[in-house]
């Protein structure tokens, strides 16, 4: 995989790092957040997935509907040209949508 881009994200605190594969272009986003900030976690065997992300067309739209089915928004965040949001499946992990 390739970098596309790496960005500091000043809502979180953290670094983000986009690859993208030059055979199939999937993408993949890698995040870190240094030690004292409240979304490092220590490594535990068995939670390797952090998150899920899917492109929504309309966020305010996906966020009703998670919202309707007992999953309400639990951080939502704004970027000088983006927005993005997470919810929480049943099971606790974070699925992030953006647009």
Request: glycine letters at 12%; proline letters at 3%; zero cysteines.
């Amino acid at each position: 995989m390739k970098e596309k881009g790496r960005n500091k994200l000043g809502a979180t605190g953290g670094t983000v790092v986009g690859l993208k594969s030059a055979e199939g272009g999937q993408e993949l986003e890698l995040n870190y957040y240094p030690r004292g900030n409240k979304h490092a976690t220590r490594y535990a065997a068995g939670e390797e997935l952090d998150h899920l992300a899917f492109q929504v067309e309309d966020l305010d739209k996906a966020l009703a509907e998670f919202a309707r089915a007992g999953h309400p928004a639990v951080l939502e965040v704004k970027g000088s040209s983006s927005r993005w949001a997470y919810v929480k499946d049943p099971n606790g992990i974070w699925i992030e949508l953006f647009t």
